[in-house]
T-cell receptor, first 117, second 118 residues
């Protein structure tokens, strides 16, 4: 069974600084997708960034980038130039592709990030 | 282009009552997923539905919980005889058929329904 581990329950960063959130996962699959979702105080789940496992190039979305290490099964999120609006829970998620038609996301337990003014 | 719509946003039920949570997927999406988030925890998969068909209900509790996605209308998550432990946020997500280039294998979440059992 696939598992997703986020080992940092809470983190804080000064505004304008850079922070990295870690995520590791366990799977025997070769084709899969990885995601970072953000859950601000409003509790809505917002997609931050997505990575396809078959792509070697790390995904980037503006101030957000990932460090995808497939062999190490690691998928960390780097937030550059942190802003107060980045304060949120961040969830790492794994989804495997399937020929059986069954797809589901497996989520980590989350990292609570606080950006300090 | 409306996103995933969930209602009610907040629901209070007494122990033993029934709770019904509704989810309308994004336009063009034919697949719906329900997740539950207990306080201070991550999201746990409950069920995956297509129109008129349950694809995967491996995360659904065996008793009191049911889900449907009829041909017409929203998907419904139904919890009978609620107990305090059912208090949680219930998130619905939708997508086109996953595994195709159309979807990018991404699901899109609604804003959640918060169930409080008193």
């Amino acid at each position: 069974a696939q598992t997703v581990t986020q080992s940092q329950p809470e983190m804080s960063v000064q505004e304008a600084e850079t922070v990295t959130l870690s995520c590791t996962y366990d799977t025997s699959e070769n084709n899969y997708y990885l995601f970072w979702y953000k859950q601000p105080p409003s509790r809505q789940m917002i997609l931050v960034i997505r990575q396809e496992a078959y792509k070697q190039q790390n995904a980037t979305e503006n101030r957000f980038s990932v460090n995808f290490q497939k062999a190490a099964k690691s998928f960390s999120l780097k937030i550059s130039d942190s802003q107060l609006g980045d304060t949120a829970m961040y969830f790492c998620a794994f989804m495997r592709t399937s020929t059986s038609g069954t797809y589901k996301y497996i989520f980590g337990t989350g990292t609570r990030l606080k950006v300090l003014a | 282009n409306a996103g995933v719509m969930q209602n009610p946003r907040h629901l209070v039920r007494r122990r033993g009552q029934e709770a019904r949570l509704r989810c309308s997927p994004m336009k063009g999406h034919s697949h719906v997923y329900w997740y539950r988030q207990l306080p201070e925890e991550g999201l746990k998969f409950m069920v995956y539905l297509q129109k008129e068909n349950i694809i995967d209900e491996s995360g659904m509790p065996k008793e009191r919980f049911s889900a449907e996605f009829p041909k017409e209308g929203p998907s419904i998550l139904r919890i009978q005889q609620v107990v305090r432990g059912d208090s949680a946020a219930y998130f619905c997500a939708s997508s086109p058929l996953l595994g195709t280039s159309l979807s990018g294998n991404t699901i899109y979440f609604g804003e959640g329904s918060w169930l409080t059992v008193v």
